[in-house]
């Protein structure tokens, strides 16, 4: 692994301006590690109709392209002389990114030598995107070039598509599939859709096609073929399409320049035609210079630091535009902004609604939008039920509550950790007294109904697989038995903290009588966890079983399993300085937890170790954050920030490779895993903050 050293400056008043608008002042290639997903902001998406697009711009057999994973793509292709290019790997220079936000990418590249081609790509909003592309001739000769702009969908059939003459616009219907999940769960994603694919100007040939390329089977003329022949089809039947396209054809002069606009609109299958074409064709005029000035406005509230390494800075400021990306606006039962884990590719449960799991990234969204932060935790504030109890899942269309054996499933207690951290960003008092009277409440909640047999310490309850988070591939529930047999050790270091928050919580208000109470339940249980859970021929803290807690289940010792959950109580101050010096050292040791990227979710000696399994190897960035903070804590500097030189190192060869943030990273080599675009990822931006102001 080639060492990568963090190296953080704080700015200077006189580099404010640059380091707001680092975004808009880039000049990034395929080789930066920038994330090129793109979705509509905030405050003009919404839940049911929303599409988001991946360019893709790094693989040599594909065009440049705007693509989705069932919303089809949005395509360029070129063509001087006889030549038509379309591919990357067939370009004369290949792009530079100079701007890049969550809804808008702007960059330019060169077809052929002489060429420059200059997009900007903006997801205006839900239902509807604009291309605008520039040409220039840059050559002392005149040049003839054919822009071929198409949409091709590879999902699914175009249905009924048609092209209106006089709008220069074709219109099709088409399907989106909700999957199993959604469908159990009554998403109500729309799934039967109607779009109009549109230009600013009349092209010189327009058509419908099956293919690209001729299929020689049957001599199927593909788009391509037609182009080299001299136009595209012109045909009025287009019914069995899979691709549309247009051509504008340009003389340009040395120095000249000639502009086209496209716009992509999408609505429910039922709405008239007139209607979405009159609204896509709104768009045309829309000063995308402008929304990039809003961009920069969004972007103004995080905190200004530079790296020396350049890797670092781009990570940096594209890990908010993934959470900022994440954001929808209140809708149905959402009275107030939530977030989703993904909006390009959706998939069931990423699209369902907030788990407390995912919020811990709001603990650097706070920096970016304070408000939309605390409005993302009201989300669980509004829909709390009288006893304090909180769903597992909650969106704007769900409230997932999973009943088992007559209790409902709630999600790992970080909330009132959570609230305070955030508190601490934003010093809003309202929202602080909100959060502490939902907060007691659901404290008190997990006290009271996931503590089975009275002994002072909690087990996970209802459906405790999900309940707990760690939900598949779990070394301890996979070999020795269902998380409610155990004290759970991860759980009742986690209510620690949440007796501190509320502790600090009340103090801040001024109640320094409930203050003490939650001071007193933070140290009375973290002398039972010490009591409880530490084993001292190992030096590690286990699970117990909860009948006579001991680290014999079924068979002996079968507990005694290294997990990272050992972990926690330097994360929440449980653990003595002795013991902390112990479980540095377990951290430490590279056969087992200090490996090249990070800390794996299992001991990497532990037969069941898997660096891409699920929760039996792989670096979740999430606890990753929580082990920074508990090394930081301790004064363990050093090696906190050899832990992030660590995390980091993976998360930006991903965005190198794919331009994705994913779900989770393999602790030994350069890979990643499972669902991209992943919002917790976006934590890695706090990380850096944590680290800078450690010094």
Request: charged fraction near 25%; proline fraction near 4%.
């Amino acid at each position: 692994m080639l060492q990568r050293i963090i190296y953080i400056i704080i700015l200077s008043c006189s580099s404010t301006f640059f380091a707001q608008n680092y975004l808009s002042n880039l000049s990034a290639t395929k080789d930066d590690p920038i994330y090129t997903n793109y979705a509509a902001p905030i405050s003009r998406s919404e839940y049911k109709t929303d599409q988001a697009y991946q360019m893709m711009w790094f693989d040599q057999e594909r065009g440049i392209d705007f693509v989705s994973s069932d919303g089809g793509e949005l395509c360029l292709a070129f063509k001087v002389g006889n030549e038509i290019r379309y591919k990357l790997g067939q370009f004369y220079k290949e792009p530079i990114i100079t701007a890049s936000y969550s809804d808008l990418v702007k960059l330019h590249y060169y077809p052929f030598e002489g060429v420059n081609v200059e997009v900007v790509f903006n997801v205006y909003s839900s239902r509807v995107a604009i291309e605008n592309i520039k040409i220039t001739n840059e050559s002392k000769n005149i040049i003839d070039l054919s822009l071929l702009p198409f949409f091709q969908l590879t999902t699914s059939p175009l249905i009924e598509p048609q092209y209106l003459l006089s709008e220069n616009a074709f219109v099709f219907k088409h399907n989106k599939k909700r999957d199993g999940w959604m469908q159990e769960h009554n998403i109500p994603l729309s799934e039967n859709l109607k779009s109009v694919y549109m230009i600013d100007d009349k092209p010189v040939s327009w058509g419908g096609y099956s293919t690209m390329e001729t299929v020689k089977k049957n001599d199927l003329p593909g788009m391509l073929k037609d182009i080299i022949s001299g136009g595209l089809n012109n045909m009025e039947n287009i019914t069995s399409s899979k691709i549309l396209a247009f051509e504008s054809k340009y003389k340009l002069n040395a120095g000249e320049s000639a502009s086209l606009r496209i716009v992509r609109g999408m609505d429910l299958s039922s709405k008239e035609i007139g209607e979405l074409v009159l609204e896509s064709k709104s768009c045309m005029d829309k000063d995308l210079n402008s929304i990039i000035l809003d961009d920069e406005k969004y972007y103004e509230k995080i905190p200004r630091i530079v790296f020396k390494d350049k890797d670092d800075e781009m990570l940096y400021w594209n890990a908010f535009t993934l959470i900022r990306q994440c954001m929808m606006p209140p809708e149905n039962e959402c009275n107030y902004n939530y977030y989703v884990f993904s909006r390009e590719p959706k998939w069931g449960w990423g699209y369902g609604g907030q788990v407390f799991h995912e919020s811990l990234v709001m603990l650097a969204y706070a920096y970016m939008d304070p408000v939309g932060a605390m409005n993302s935790q009201r989300v669980y504030m509004e829909r709390q039920r009288e006893d304090g109890y909180i769903n597992y899942r909650t969106g704007p269309y769900l409230n997932e509550t999973i009943e088992h054996e007559g209790q409902y499933t709630s999600s790992a207690p970080w909330y009132n950790y959570q609230n305070y951290e955030i508190y601490k960003i934003t010093k809003d008092k309202k929202f602080l007294k909100e959060a502490y009277e939902s907060g007691k409440k659901f404290y008190n909640y997990y006290i009271n109904n996931r503590d089975s047999d009275n002994d002072g310490l909690c087990e996970w309850g209802a459906h405790a697989v999900l309940e707990c988070v760690r939900d598949a591939r779990v070394a301890v529930w996979d070999r020795v038995g269902w998380p409610s047999n155990f004290e759970g050790m991860d759980l009742n270091v986690m209510l620690v903290n949440e007796a501190k928050a509320l502790c600090s919580m009340s103090e801040e208000l001024g109640l320094s009588d409930e203050s003490k109470k939650w001071n007193t339940d933070a140290q009375t249980r973290t002398e039972l966890i010490n009591k409880t859970f530490w084993d001292s021929e190992t030096n590690f803290y286990y699970q117990v079983d909860k009948n006579d807690d001991d680290f014999t289940y079924k068979n002996t010792n079968d507990l005694k399993i290294k997990e990272i959950i050992g972990f926690l109580p330097l994360w929440a101050n449980v653990a003595t300085p002795e013991r902390a010096e112990l479980l540095l050292k377990q951290m430490k040791d590279p056969d087992e937890f200090w490996r090249p990227y990070g800390v794996p979710t299992l001991s990497a000696k532990d037969p069941y170790y898997n660096p891409m399994g699920y929760w039996n190897g792989p670096v979740w960035v999430q606890w990753q954050y929580l082990l920074l903070r508990g090394l930081l804590d301790y004064k363990y500097n050093i090696e906190a920030k050899e832990l992030v030189n660590k995390v980091l190192d993976n998360v930006i060869h991903q965005l190198k490779t794919d331009h994705y943030f994913w779900e989770f990273y393999s602790p030994d080599d350069y890979q990643a895993g499972w669902n991209k675009t992943y919002i917790w990822t976006g934590i890695v931006a706090r990380m850096l903050i944590d680290l800078n102001n450690a010094k």
